[in-house]
């Protein structure tokens, strides 16, 4: 079992900007990527990023068109940790932040993107932008 656990959400003005954390604890060798996703209400769970773990192409990222060149995602493997790092933010950017742990190593990184990829879940943090 692993378990994810978000932090670093908040309160921002547009323009701002915030960097979520996602701890790792159990079984964390078993993990090969850890996503981020958001959900504003009513609306799905939609793909944000991706950074693969513990295998070849450690480190490779893969970030949603709608962020990237926003957002940027990075690990600190000795800390268990990836981050989410979201700069210019928006008030559409407002919505619940969850992390996530997938068991398997997909060879196209693109694959992630399905919510039905993913084995654990964060309970999320809430981000809320103000224009």
């Known amino acids: 079992q692993v378990q994810l656990v978000e932090s670093g959400g908040g309160s921002v003005q547009a323009g701002g900007s915030l960097r979520l954390s996602c701890v790792a604890s159990?079984?964390?060798?078993?993990?090969?990527?850890i996503g981020w996703f958001r959900q504003a209400p009513g609306e799905e769970r939609t793909f944000l990023g991706v950074i693969r773990l513990n295998a070849l192409g450690a480190g490779d990222t893969n970030l949603a068109n709608s962020v990237e060149g926003r957002f940027s995602i990075s690990s600190d493997n000795a800390k268990s940790t990836v981050y989410l790092q979201m700069n210019s933010l928006r008030p559409e950017d407002t919505a619940v932040y969850f992390c996530a742990g997938s068991i398997a190593n997909y060879y196209r990184i693109a694959t992630y993107s399905s919510t039905s990829r993913w084995d654990y879940w964060g309970r999320g943090t809430q981000v809320s932008v103000s224009s």
């Open positions: 159990g079984r964390t060798d078993s993990v090969y990527g």
